[in-house]
């Protein structure tokens, strides 16, 4: 083999079909996702059954949701940070020992501010791993099925809620309010045991990494067996431009300095839409008289349905870009207000808590897998945890400005028809990005081939 060999590793990836170690990196997302699902929104479960028997008021409600959620709105951009410096797989593995360790404490708290103060440690861990995992999956996904790859990996979070509201339901009456905490807190250790040994480290992390050359050849040989890989070959990314260090400006470089903020807010309104439905929707049906354990199942209408709503924008967003992000929040806005119509039955609310959790969850993964392409490699991990972390800090305002307007006495109904106005805003956010989407990818392969 002649030496000046040089090995575009990307286009190695894009070249590959669906293979066994596709599958294996999308499995081992989806199950760690699943558990990330299901803690993110696990307190909404218990918050009926301990307002109960703790006795405190329904404004209270909105820090004790709030308090996980600021956790999970810092935790992205730590562990974002992280992920660019010292790996994919340590930093998801780090992550879910870290928040399964703090939702098991959760089994002992006694008191409100003992919970809200386990929710807060434990969200730094349960929103950091979010953007890592993806990060991860679209560094092994071959371009044409991208935003396929990277839904399929990470929708296990919308499914963790649905399948956590039926458990809760079941359980609960049982086995009381800690089971939903012992659930949720063991399965993440457990998983990080097993990870340890089984989860890959991302491809293109170890192509910027030259000291890892070994590791990275191996997983190439692994991919395209034919190959001989001289000793003295580059190994180099041929789809993006990518620096030898970390650069927080990056975030904003080009095009990125519309797209990246545009994003942040597309972010931040799906989530803020998502904890408010999700977490005030079971309040508002318990405020009518309708049972516990009956109120979860609007929880889990929500998931379920939004897991739908996943599976459903997956392929759309590989073949039309952003435009079904856009379309997605305009038929959320009927969707959500609705909820607060007086005098619909449990079921019909139920139906239209899983309508919107379609389109907000929907939104959601629209926003994961087409911002997981447009960063460059050296950033990925950092920009895409800049983006949830932005919008975990809408799903922190959803619930507490709700609770703060309940205690000023606006009614919740009224909020259901001020959150649906507010998709308006992420329709017209979604239009101005569709083409900004399409030139930013465009202009990440011009910058790795420059015309001669």
Known sequence: ???????????????????????????????????????????????????????????????????????????????????????????????????????????????????????????????????????????????????????????????????????????????????????????????????YFVFPESIKFLTLRPHRRAELVAFVSALSPGLKIAPDARLVLGDEANAPRFSFKALFAGRLAAVTPLLWISNFLALFQLFFVNQWTPILLANQGVPVERTVLATAAFQIMGFLGALAIMRPVDKLGFLPV??????AVPAIAL??????????????????????????????????????????????????????????????LAGYLLGRNLSLNTLFYLAGAIMLLGALVGIALVPLYRHQLEDLQKSANPAP
Request: net charge positive.
């Open 1 to 195: 083999m002649a030496s000046g060999q040089i090995v575009d590793v990307a286009r190695i990836i894009d070249e590959q079909k669906m293979g066994p170690l596709h599958w294996k990196v999308v499995a081992l997302a989806f199950v760690l996702m699943l558990i990330d699902g299901y803690d993110i929104v696990c307190v909404a479960y218990v918050a009926p059954l301990l307002r109960q028997q703790w006795g405190f008021p329904p404004s209270a409600l909105g820090p004790l949701f709030g308090s996980g959620l600021l956790g999970a709105a810092l935790g992205p951009i730590i562990f974002g940070y992280l992920g660019d410096k010292i790996g994919r797989k340590p930093t998801i593995l780090a992550g879910a020992l870290w928040f399964g360790v703090f939702t098991t404490a959760a089994v002992w708290a006694t008191s409100l501010n003992q919970l809200m103060l386990l929710r807060l440690i434990a969200g730094f861990g349960i929103g950091g791993v979010l953007g890592i995992v993806t990060a991860l999956v679209s560094e092994f996904a071959p371009r044409r099925i991208r935003g396929t790859m990277v839904v399929m990996g990470v929708v296990g979070v919308a499914l963790g809620g649905g399948i956590g509201g039926v458990l809760a339901a079941q359980l609960m009456g049982k086995y009381g309010w800690q089971i939903v905490f012992w659930i949720g807190g063991l399965t993440p250790i457990v998983l990080a045991v097993i990870g």
């Open 326 to 331: 856009p379309i997605l929040f305009a038929v």
């Open 339 to 400: 909820i607060g119509l007086s005098g619909l039955s449990d079921t019909a609310v139920i139906a239209l808590a899983g309508a919107a959790g379609f389109c907000v969850i929907g939104i959601q993964f629209g926003n994961i897998a087409t911002q997981s392409q447009v960063y460059p490699t050296y950033i990925r991990s950092w920009g895409v945890g800049t983006c949830f972390g932005v919008g975990r800090f809408g799903s922190v305002v959803g619930p507490v």
